[in-house]
């Protein structure tokens, strides 16, 4: 979807708006959109990254359980 395009298009509707006002607002809404956008990947990376983090925790627990156990038994 293109947000720029529909918020000129809005924007376009009321002939009472300057031309300088539209492209002035279509850039704040634009530049709003990308920062929410930007602001959501990062916190959907930094869910992830923890999720990677703990399970890479985990198997490597649980590969030196398995080693000390195999080589307590040798």
């Given at each position: ?19 300088e ?5 279509t ?15 990062s916190e ?5 990254r923890?999720c ?10 649980e ?10 038994k040798?």
């Open positions: 979807m293109d947000t720029k395009k529909t918020f000129s298009e809005l924007l376009e509707s009321d002939n009472s708006l300057t031309e006002f539209r492209n002035v607002a850039k704040m809404f634009q530049e709003a959109v990308e920062s929410r956008v930007e602001s959501r990947v959907q990376v930094g869910i992830i923890e990677v983090v703990q399970q890479s925790a985990e198997i490597i627990e590969t030196v359980n398995a080693l000390v156990e195999e080589r307590c040798a």
